[in-house]
């Protein structure tokens, strides 16, 4: 009687657990869940987990946890160095050829910063080289978009943003939102972005050591740009030349969000980039 019994053994392991799951479970979670199964059983066979590797693991991934609180979230941090962050951004957000690409939000967005007129500075502390950004918010057939909402943020010229610094930044430094008009064009003044480590002092720092990898991110603004009817967009523009574009620790670079970076007279620079965004799709 027993040998019908479907016990666990090594080789029919994915198979044991998968049918254990409940016959009335939300499809999805059972599609999810069996391929999450079936990788992960495939992995622990394909380089014969060590029990000690397993207890690294499981010793890692609660440091991970035990790293995280309201300003620090180390297992996005941890699937940002994986890559992972931007495979599911790249599945979620493909776009028609011409469109502006998406990129990681990564952990440093606030929202609620102040909206500004344009040309406004929105360097706070005096420090770093002065920088005009510019450009035009296009839909995909190039007509201006009207009431486009541009939220920016970058590191100060130390490399580090304002929520890493409280206290010692002032408050919205290096932020600002700002609305197009009808012309859809934008500008403001900021600084020129500087490359700078993204948070290392936890067990993903110490991962990315292990690794024989560096954590710095190539110098890049933030944006997000939104229009009623459109596609919101989630991106950088990077700072053309700089010497992570090919190593982000994050992968977030694309070589269309690389903008020019020009001297825009003896004592600024001037970075100029154009969004193309589509129309949302119909909610089905
Ligand atoms: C950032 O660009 O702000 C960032 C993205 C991913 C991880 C850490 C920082
Ligand atoms: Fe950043």
Redesign the pocket.
């Known amino acids: 009687m027993t040998d019908t019994i479907d016990y666990f053994t090594e080789e029919r392991s994915e198979e044991v657990v998968n049918a254990s799951m409940g016959a009335d479970i939300s499809p999805r979670l059972a599609a999810v869940m069996t391929s999450l199964v079936k990788h992960l059983h495939a992995f622990a066979k394909d380089v014969e987990l060590s029990q000690e590797e397993w207890a690294y693991a499981i010793d890692f991934l609660t440091r991970t946890g035990q790293m995280c609180d309201a300003n620090r979230q180390e297992f996005?941090?941890l699937s940002?160095?994986l890559g992972l962050?931007m495979l599911v951004d790249a599945i979620n957000h493909r776009r028609p050829s011409g469109a502006t690409e998406n990129t990681?939000?990564?952990?440093?967005h606030v929202p609620g910063a102040p909206e500004y007129p344009m040309g406004t500075d929105i360097s706070l502390d005096g420090k770093g080289e002065s920088c005009l950004f510019t450009g035009q918010v296009r839909d995909s057939a190039g007509n201006p978009i009207e009431g486009a909402r541009i939220d920016v943020w970058c590191?100060n010229a130390d490399g580090y943003?304002d929520v890493q610094q409280p206290g010692i930044q002032p408050k919205w430094n290096n932020r600002g939102i700002f609305v197009t008009g009808a012309d859809g064009a934008y500008s403001f003044r900021g600084i020129r972005p500087v490359s700078y480590p993204?948070?290392d002092d936890g067990p993903v720092g110490q991962m990315l050591g292990a690794l024989g990898r560096h954590p710095n991110?190539p110098a890049?603004m933030?944006f997000i740009v939104s229009a009623p009817g459109h596609e919101t967009i989630v991106t950088?523009t990077f700072v053309d030349g700089d010497q992570w574009l090919s190593s982000d620790?994050?992968f977030?670079v694309k070589s269309s969000l690389v903008a020019t970076m020009e001297a825009a007279d003896d004592t600024a620079w001037r970075s100029t980039f154009d969004f193309v965004i589509t129309r949302a799709e119909p909610a089905s």
Do not use: M
């Not at 990681?104 to 440093?108: H, N, R, S």
């Open positions: 996005i941090l940002d160095v962050s990681v939000l990564g952990p440093f590191d943003y993204i948070p991110r890049h933030h950088h620790a994050v977030g």
